[in-house]
């Protein structure tokens, strides 16, 4: 069974900064993409940023320049490194794996930015 567990989430004050993991376990096959989505209350879930296996990048505009993305393929985690945090940054962060067989989410880690 597939499981993605989101770990590093809090309270953080503007402009401060926060790193976020996500372990893979349960997977038996190769990971083509991972990535992290959020969403803040009322609105849809949206692309922050996501990265497949060969190591190539996307972000969302909103955070270019601030957060980085990255992975380790051996230990099956992703990380999301997020500088200058603004409150519009609040959310909560969710984690994607994209495998041959599907597409899982982790349940997702409360980011709060607030002085």
């Known amino acids: 069974q597939v499981q993605l567990v989101e770990s590093g989430g809090g309270l953080v004050q503007p402009g401060g900064s926060l790193r976020l993991s996500c372990v893979a376990s349960g997977v038996n096959a190769p990971i083509y993409a991972m990535g992290w989505y959020r969403q803040a209350p009322g609105k849809q879930r949206e692309l922050v940023a996501d990265?497949?296996?060969?190591?190539?990048?996307n972000y969302a505009d909103s955070v270019k320049g601030r957060f980085t993305i990255s992975r380790d393929n051996a230990k099956k985690t992703v990380y999301l490194q997020m500088n200058s945090l603004k409150p519009e940054d609040t959310a909560v962060y969710f984690c994607?794996?994209?495998?041959?067989?599907?597409?899982?989410w982790g349940q997702g880690t409360q980011v709060t930015v607030s002085s």
């Open positions: 990265i497949v296996s060969g190591g190539t990048t």
């Open positions: 994607n794996a994209d495998l041959p067989y599907g597409g899982y």
